[in-house]
């Protein structure tokens, strides 16, 4: 009888530890994504974009723990440039999204008199 009315919590706590896993592996997934973005746009000679080819490329072999992926346009500032990778992260419960949305930010290389 003990087991009857454990066993559905047991469930519970299981389900929700794996959906934890799966949200902060996606949220891992996506900043790796923007730093790898920034890091290829902020070299020196680097042409506007390559860091968003190079965020894509990262993101096809990283699997499927982020769905519905956008990646950001490169956004400049007076020293640096930015970029916000964003998505879904795998659901276990049928009808529920989980959001997520990591950005980095970086100071463009260049030389100085």
Do not use: C, K, N
């Not at 706590?13 to 730093?35: D, N, S």
């Not at 956004?75 to 999204?97: C, F, H, M, Q, W």
């Amino acid at each position: 009888m003990e087991l009857a009315i454990i066993f559905p919590a047991l469930l519970l706590l299981i389900f929700g530890a794996i959906q934890a896993a799966t949200y902060f592996a996606a949220r891992t997934v996506a900043l790796t994504a923007a730093q790898t973005a920034v890091t290829v746009e902020r070299m020196y000679d680097a042409e506007v974009g390559d860091g968003r080819a190079a965020a894509e490329d990262f993101l096809a072999g990283a699997g499927d723990w982020l769905t519905e992926v956008e990646v950001s346009d490169p956004v400049y500032t007076a020293d640096g440039v930015s970029y916000t990778v964003s998505g879904e992260a795998l659901s276990l419960i049928p009808g529920t999204t989980w959001r997520v949305s990591q950005s980095a930010h970086g100071t463009l290389e260049r030389f100085t008199p």
